[in-house]
């Protein structure tokens, strides 16, 4: 592994485990097994390894993950929803710190929060995106643009913030409780099915572990 790919990778591990706040460049360069001015010749402070945690390894992910998703699953079915739903808790799982420190991180870096609000939008117009295509294949309901507008954000909020639900109230981040987070994605998206998009729904949590 690359120096600065070992250091991303070392630093990700420390701030999941201690919080940012906790860990300084030495502890990051200590736990590489690096000098300090090793670390400084390819990062040059810890905002600058957040960044680079962000647009390197978080942004590049998420895309990937999704373009995965759109390969093996029909775009717009509940299914593909709910794929998308773990893929993302494990996604928040892998870069916990970033999810807890959120609005701390943002507030205090106003490039890593330009950042972070471009890949917001984005995400979110994945599932608009997702929303309009299941419609438009009959897995879900014709319904005005308002209310797609809505159900996205539904969506995406509970994409989002499921991992924090579990934490701060004080549950196991497990398989039994991603499980429970894509049955309640499931509830959000059921009122919308149509016939179709019901039986398929069903036939696919039956097939699949939606955590495997």
């Known amino acids: 592994m690359k120096t600065r790919e070992l250091i991303i990778e070392k630093a990700i591990e420390l ?32 905002k600058d390894i957040i960044r680079a945690i962000f647009s390197e390894h978080m942004d590049a992910y998420g895309t990937q993950e999704f373009l995965k998703i759109a390969v093996e699953l029909e775009p717009g079915t509940a299914e593909a929803l709910i794929a998308t739903f773990v893929m993302i808790q494990k996604f928040n799982w892998r870069y916990r710190f970033f999810k807890r420190e959120l609005t701390a991180l943002i507030m205090d870096d106003p490039q890593l929060r330009e950042s972070f609000i471009t890949a917001f939008k984005e995400g979110l117009a994945v599932v608009r995106a997702s929303i309009d295509m299941g419609i438009y294949r009959k ?8 209310d797609r507008d809505f159900l996205a954000e539904e969506v995406w909020l509970a994409n989002l913030f499921w991992l924090n ?48």
């Open 139 to 146: 897995f879900l309901k014709e319904m005005p643009t308002a």
């Open 165 to 212: 639900y579990l934490e701060i109230g004080g549950e196991e981040i497990d398989e039994k409780n991603l499980i429970r987070g894509s049955n309640h994605l499931r509830n959000i998206l059921k009122p919308y099915m149509t016939e179709q998009g019901l039986a398929a729904s069903i036939k696919a949590s039956e097939e699949s572990d939606p955590v495997s």
């Open 15 to 46: 701030f999941n485990e201690k919080g940012t706040k906790a860990v300084s460049t030495n502890h990051i360069a200590a736990a590489a097994g690096i000098s300090p001015g090793n670390l400084y010749y390819h990062f040059r402070n810890k």
